[in-house]
C-alpha cells in the first residue's frame, strides 16, 4: 500500500470547507534566533488545535454509509482523539477512543467534549492500540489508525501543498515525527512539486523510532517526554515505506531544545504550542549547523497543552535566561538583616518572589540562619549586578 500525489490532491478537494486553511507565516524574530529563513504553518489554528483533523476527516469522509453506522474506534494521545471525535460527532458517526494512562488532562476533556466515549487503558500508547483493536472485534466497529493508513497519511499532505503554494521560497521542511504518518505525506507533496526541496524529520531522543528503524537498531525507547505527541514506540510500517526514500534525515532533539521551543512560540509567535507541536522549531535550536541559512518551513502542529505544563516550561525557560534565580545567603539571626538584604535588592532593581527562612540546617551557626532568596530580574547581567551588590555590602550569596 503507498500514497500518491493524486490521493493527496483529492484529499485537498475532500477537506475543502470543512477544515481551516490554516495562515503560513515568515518569522523575522525566529530567523534570527536560528540562523535560518523560517516561515511557521500555524496548524494550531484547525478548530480542534492541530493538524490532525486533516487525516481524520479524510478518513471519516471515505466511509461507506455502513461503516459510518457501525462507528469508529481510535487509540491516541490526544489530537488524533480529539479530531476523530470531533469531525465524526459532525458527521453523525459514533465513535470510541482509547486514550493511555498519562494523557494530559486538557486532551482527555477536550475529546470527552467533542461526542467520543473516552476509555483510559494501558500505560503507552502501544499498550492503548492493542486494546483498541481489541474492542474494535468485540463491537464491529470501524479502526481508524492516527497514521499508519493512507487515507490518514493523504489527508496529512495537505499541510504540505498549501505551504509550497503559501510560501514558495521554502528549500526546506522541517517535520516531527510520531508515527510517521504527516511526514510521508508532507515529503510525497515536496518531493513531487519540488524535488530540490529537502525534508528532514525530528523525533525526540526518547522515542528514536525511526531512526532506530533506518539504522537497524534496537535502542531503549520509553520515558516522560514533553513531547507526549510523538512518544510513539514503534513507526508505522506503510508510513516508514512512503517516508524513508523521500527524507534526507531524521534529527534526534532533547528535552529542554522542546521546552525553548514552545516558549519561543509564546513569546514571539504570541501562540500556544505543546511539545511535540514545536519539535520543528526545537531541531532548528538544536542543529542550526544544518538548517543556517536554509529557507525553513516549519509546521506548528498542534497548541493542546496542559496549561500547567506550560506554566512550568514558561517559568524553567525564565530560569534558564537567569531571570528568575535562587540565592542563599548565611546570615546573624537578629531583627533587620531580611530588611537589610531585601533593600539591596529592591535598590539594585530585583523584584524578592520568595523567601525560605531555615534556621536547623547544620551548617548553619546555631545563632545563624539561612536565607533561600528567590528574585526576578531583567536578564543574566542584571541577576550578577545584585549578587555583586550583596557581596559588597557583606552579603555574599552561598552556592547551593
Known amino acids: 500500500m503507498s500514497v500518491t500525489f493524486d490521493d493527496i490532491l ?91 494512562r498519562g494523557t494530559p488532562m486538557v486532551k482527555i476533556e477536550h475529546t470527552r467534549a467533542f461526542g467520543a466515549e473516552v476509555v483510559i487503558e494501558g500505560e503507552t500508547f502501544h499498550e492503548a492500540n492493542i486494546y483498541a483493536l481489541s474492542l474494535r472485534d468485540e463491537r464491529g466497529m470501524v479502526f481508524v489508525p492516527p497514521f499508519n493508513d493512507v487515507d490518514v497519511i493523504a489527508g ?24 510517521g504518518g504527516l511526514i ?53 510500517e506503510i508510513t516508514y515505506a512512503v517516508a524513508r526514500p523521500l527524507i534526507e534525515d531524521v534529527l534526534l532533539i532533547e528535552e529542554p531544545f522542546f521546552e525553548r521551543a514552545i516558549a519561543l512560540y509564546c513569546n514571539v509567535e504570541k501562540t500556544v504550542a505543546e511539545g511535540a507541536g514545536a519539535g520543528a522549531l526545537a531541531a532548528l535550536l538544536a542543529r542550526p ?18 496549561t500547567r505544563l506550560l506554566a512550568s ?21 537578629r531583627p533587620g538583616l531580611l530588611g537589610d538584604v531585601s533593600n539591596i535588592i529592591g535598590a539594585a532593581g530585583g523584584n524578592i518572589i520568595e523567601v525560605a527562612h531555615n534556621r536547623l540546617a547544620l551548617d548553619v551557626p546555631a545563632k545563624g540562619a539561612e536565607f ?29
Open 289 to 306: 549547523d544544518v538548517f543556517r541559512g536554509r529557507k525553513c518551513g516549519l509546521i506548528l502542529t498542534g497548541g493542546n497543552i496542559d
Open 313 to 333: 516550561v514558561l517559568t524553567r525557560e525564565l530560569v534558564r535566561e537567569k531571570r528568575i534565580a535562587s540565592i542563599r545567603i548565611i546570615g546573624d539571626d
Open 156 to 179: 496529512q499532505g495537505t499541510v504540505a501543498l498549501e505551504m509550497l503554494e503559501d510560501a514558495p521560497e521554502i528549500d526546506t521542511l522541517v517535520v516531527p515525527i510520531g508515527g
Open 372 to 400: 533561600d532568596i528567590m528574585i526576578e530580574t531583567r536578564d543574566a547581567q542584571h541577576t550578577q549586578q545584585i549578587i555583586d551588590e550583596l557581596c559588597d555590602r557583606g552579603y555574599p550569596p552561598r552556592p547551593h
Open 10 to 100: 483529492a484529499a485537498r478537494d475532500r477537506l475543502a470547507g470543512q477544515i481551516e486553511r490554516t495562515p503560513c507565516r515568515y518569522s523575522r524574530t525566529l530567523s534570527q534566533i536560528t540562523g535560518a529563513e523560517v516561515w511557521v504553518k500555524f496548524e494550531n489554528q484547525q478548530f480542534t488545535a492541530a493538524f490532525k483533523e486533516r487525516g481524520a476527516l479524510n478518513k471519516l469522509l471515505l466511509l461507506s454509509a455502513s461503516e459510518r453506522k457501525r462507528g469508529v474506534i481510535a487509540a491516541s494521545a490526544g489530537n488524533h482523539a480529539q479530531a476523530l471525535a470531533y469531525h465524526a460527532a459532525r458527521l453523525g458517526v459514533p465513535s470510541v477512543i482509547v486514550m493511555p
Open 184 to 236: 510521508a505525506g508532507v515529503a510525497t507533496v515536496a518531493k513531487t512539486l519540488r524535488p530540490d526541496v529537502k525534508v528532514y524529520g525530528m523525533e525526540a531522543t526518547m522515542y528514536p523510532s525511526f531512526t532506530a528503524k533506518m539504522r537497524g537498531i534496537s535502542p531503549a525507547i520509553g520515558g516522560q517526554s514533553i513531547a507526549e505527541g510523538i512518544a510513539v514506540k514503534e513507526v508505522g
